[in-house]
């Protein structure tokens, strides 16, 4: 058994049953408002199965290490759970398993993906490949301050922003990928730092929203503008010391509303 399989605790558990709200809605929730739990584990998918382009478009291996970060968060940043269920953070694993994130191989994935598609010419490796590097790279974001959280370490947080960015642009004209992108785009949200980031996030937001109508897109911007909110109250007091102070998934935990991203 691997060391990030051994290691991987139990998914939240919800009445709904999508394997995308397990994973993504439980990333952001306040920990403690989910206390229920659904077995689940780390297990890589073999190559040259079919595509795994589902609504939410991403690869299953990166997914399964999102729900590892995901749910020792859960069991790390709430003091109220006592669940035999809930592991201690083995930070050790968690490395290994930011370090597994760091190695995947977009451009793999992304031709593997292609090639298996059932018209192959219907489907453009170069956008998967962009579109796979947008979520290994906020993944690596969420992996990284969840560590960051739990050991104080600043060589953790890497500015990603602007390189996560670039990847989007690729994927302007293309809806279908796009829309996969609720997510990825509110950790880039929450870790940007400039005026032209916040307003880049929004109009990707806007545009989603015309593709999709979810409402997770319009309630992803509300929860951002109090994140930014916070930030900028933060800015005020510490000037370029903010890095040091700014601990959004902390006040994801901190926020009154009890909203979830599926």
Aim: aromatic fraction near 10%; include cysteine; glycine fraction near 4%.
């Amino acid at each position: 058994m691997s060391e990030v399989h051994r290691l991987l605790p139990h998914a939240i558990h919800t009445n709904n049953s999508s394997p995308s709200f397990h994973t993504f809605g439980s990333t952001l929730v306040r920990p403690g408002v989910v206390t229920r739990s659904l077995q689940s584990s780390w297990t890589p998918v073999a190559r040259k199965e079919a595509p795994d382009l589902s609504i939410v478009g991403c690869p299953t291996e990166i997914r399964s290490l999102i729900a590892l970060f995901g749910s020792h968060r859960q069991s790390s940043d709430s003091s109220e759970i006592h669940d035999e269920s809930f592991l201690a953070p083995d930070i050790p694993a968690l490395q290994v398993a930011l370090d597994q994130v760091k190695a995947f191989g977009a451009e793999v994935w992304a031709t593997d993906m292609a090639s298996a598609h059932p018209d192959p010419s219907s489907i453009n490796a170069a956008d998967l490949m962009h579109l796979c590097m947008i979520w290994k790279l906020t993944t690596e974001i969420y992996a990284s301050r969840i560590l960051y959280k739990l050991t104080g370490d600043m060589n953790f947080l890497v500015p990603l922003v602007d390189e996560i960015i670039k990847h989007y642009n690729y994927l302007e004209r293309n809806d279908d990928l796009l829309k996969c992108l609720i997510w990825p785009t509110f950790i880039v949200g929450a870790e940007c730092r400039t005026a032209e980031q916040r307003e880049w996030v929004g109009r990707v937001y806007e545009k989603i929203w015309w593709i999709t109508l979810s409402a997770n897109t319009k309630n992803a911007v509300l929860v951002l503008a109090s994140l930014w909110k916070k930030q900028d109250l933060i800015k005020e007091e510490l000037g370029d010391r903010v890095a040091e102070a700014w601990d959004w998934l902390g006040e994801l935990s901190s926020l009154d509303d009890k909203w979830l991203f599926f």
